[in-house]
């Protein structure tokens, strides 16, 4: 029976102890915390968006980084086979709006219990605050590991699946960047992703908490858009968040990551057009005729956006409706559609979703993720150069990545004894 061992109980660590102990191996997983999946419990804002349902196609759409790689894990391993995996453990799923899959309880703890039950099942053997220290290597072949206690395990595999740079609190330190270049491996440079944005002007912390619906961001770099979309977002006291400025992040971080900063704008009526937002501001005006713009333009926007838009728009707050003309009437419903601030940055590690960067895809077989340099050595998941944006496709990476090394590590196993 091939001895496998797992290094991190995240995500890509359980379900490959499950995929690996089903297919008949002794599958031994460490991990650093007390207790398994810490950064699954908080995803999704505690909810954890377990995939996104779609096919494999659209899942290669919305990855960002080396997309190529992951074909053959997005048709190995689909959306719809976790789903599958899910629900016959025990946990109703449901999808929502934009096809993201979420457990019907609304708790991530689900999930994670779920996982731990199939881990039972199989007769995974866990161990909990075990930190590893060392993969364990001779002639080119991996041979196990080492715990900061110096004990030692050995494995025929050894699959790392450690998670990235973000949300370190949960234990994602970059051990498994470290274990990979001291086996000679490439480890491109690491950056937060799906990550809030910093701004520069002082009108945006002014709406901190405010949560914007049914918006579209447009980011533009010199005249060239990189960035467009319609979503949900809200203002921070630094900045942007929210998950349209999630996925803007994962599309622009290059350019703020090399001092860029970068021209954004909001269109807060994007379901009407310039004309059709004239009319809807001519309605109100031609019922209030005597009265103070400030006191009528309000009805159109939350109450902590109002004084910000009439203070970057042409038309005084005391002035009267009557006395406002056609010209700045029009330029006042340009403001509407174009709602203008700066990008100045990203948000740290601490507040990231993923990490983008990590382990060098080049070194990797993508139809095992086996190393190219190690043989029976395996990276999963978050600590590989792959990253998504948000949507449920990230916590998809891992499973599928997840499955393929766990396959093919059984493979291997009946391979050797025939």
């Known amino acids: 029976m091939n001895k496998v061992i797992i290094v991190g109980g ?20 460490f991990e650093k915390n007390e207790k398994l999946g810490k950064k699954v419990y908080i995803t999704g804002k505690g909810r954890c968006n377990v995939t996104n349902n779609c096919d494999p196609e659209e899942l290669l759409q919305a990855v960002m980084s080396n997309q190529k790689f992951l074909y053959s894990a997005f048709y190995s391993f689909t959306s719809q086979d976790m789903m599958q995996l899910l ?5 109703p799923l449901k999808t929502e709006r934009g096809n993201r899959v979420f457990p019907v309880s609304d708790h991530s703890s689900d999930i994670i219990h779920g996982l731990e039950r199939l881990m039972k099942k199989y007769r995974v053997q866990i ?24 004990k ?42 799906l990550v809030p944005l910093t701004t520069k002007e002082a009108y945006i912390p002014l709406m901190k908490g405010l949560s ?58 994007p379901a009407l057009s310039h004309e059709q937002l004239d009319d809807r501001i001519l309605r109100e005006f031609s019922s209030a005729q005597n009265k103070q713009f400030k006191n ?11 004084p910000v838009i009439i203070g970057l728009g042409p038309i005084p707050e005391d002035k009267v409706i009557h006395d406002i003309s056609r010209e700045d009437r029009l330029a006042f419903g340009s403001l509407i559609k174009s709602f203008p601030f700066t990008i100045t940055g990203l948000g740290g590690f601490s507040e990231a979703v993923i ?7 080049r070194e990797i077989q993508p139809g095992t993720m086996e190393s190219k340099k190690i043989k029976n050595l ?13 949507g449920g496709y990230n916590l998809q990476i891992a499973w599928s990545t997840a499955y393929l090394a766990a396959t093919d590590v059984c493979r291997n196993k009946q391979e050797d004894t025939q």
Request: hydrophobic fraction near 40%.
């Open 127 to 150: 161990h909990l605050r075990s930190e590893v220290k060392n993969l364990l290597t001779e002639n080119g072949i991996v041979t196990g590991i080492q715990l900061t206690d110096n």
């Open 212 to 269: 914007l619906r049914n918006i579209e961001l447009t980011v533009k770099r010199g005249k060239k858009t990189v960035y467009q979309d319609f979503g949900e977002m809200m203002f921070t006291h630094f900045g942007i968040t929210g998950p349209l400025v999630l996925s803007a992040s994962a599309k622009i971080g290059k350019f703020l990551q090399k001092g860029e900063e970068l021209n954004a704008y909001l269109d807060l009526k």
């Open 355 to 361: 990490t983008r960067g990590g382990v060098s895809v």
């Open 152 to 193: 030692v395990y050995t494995a025929d595999a050894v699959i790392v699946a450690t998670g990235g740079l973000s949300y370190p609190t949960t234990g994602s330190t970059g051990d498994g960047y470290r274990f990979a270049a001291e086996t000679g491996h490439t480890v491109t440079e690491c950056m937060p992703s």
């Open 10 to 29: 995240g995500a890509a660590g359980m379900l490959a102890s499950i995929i690996a102990a089903k297919n008949g191996c002794a599958v031994t997983l």
């Open 87 to 91: 629900e016959d453990a025990g946990i």
């Open 296 to 306: 009528v333009i309000g009805v159109l926007f939350p109450s902590s956006l109002t």
């Open 378 to 390: 395996y990276f999963i998941g978050e600590v590989l150069d792959l990253d998504a944006v948000t």
